[in-house]
Nanobody, 127 residues
Framework: QVQLVESGGGLVQVGGSLRVSCVAP????????MGWFRQAPGKEREFVAT????????FYADSAKGRFTISRDNAKNTVYLQMNSLKPEDTAVYFC????????????????????WGQGTQVTVSS
């Protein structure tokens, strides 16, 4: 069982920025599609962003477009989510997810597409 580890969450004011990170153990990260999801209190978990393992193709939820940027550093087995212009509605637990073996340019936005998950990191945006 691969366990992903998120970090970087915290408290930020409206309009501020935050970067969360996720480290994946093992030697297969460079061929693993990665994604970020979030779950706000009382709501279902929802897709935020994803990045393919080849060529860094990305795809975002409408709520994240223009404000969030997903990126990866294969040398560090790490995926990042840079969040700018944060809003109170961005308050949630942010989870990273990964799946090995998808096609090289896959961008996956459903929970069932992913095999590996982290425990989540809390992001709170205060007004």
């Amino acid at each position: 069982q691969v366990q992903l580890v998120e970090s970087g969450g915290g408290l930020v004011q409206v309009g501020g920025s935050l970067r969360v990170s996720c480290v994946a153990p093992g030697r297969t990260f460079s061929r693993t599609t990665m994604g970020w999801f979030r779950q706000a209190p009382g709501k279902e978990r929802e897709f935020v962003a994803t990045i393919s393992w080849s060529h860094g193709r990305t795809f975002y939820a409408d709520s994240a477009k223009g404000r969030f940027t997903i990126s990866r550093d294969n040398a560090k087995n790490t995926v990042y989510l840079q969040m700018n212009s944060l809003k109170p509605e961005d308050t949630a637990v942010y989870f990273c997810a990964g799946v090995y073996g998808s096609s090289k340019d896959s961008v996956l936005h459903e929970e069932y597409d992913y095999d590996y998950w982290g425990q989540g990191t809390q992001v709170t945006v205060s007004s």
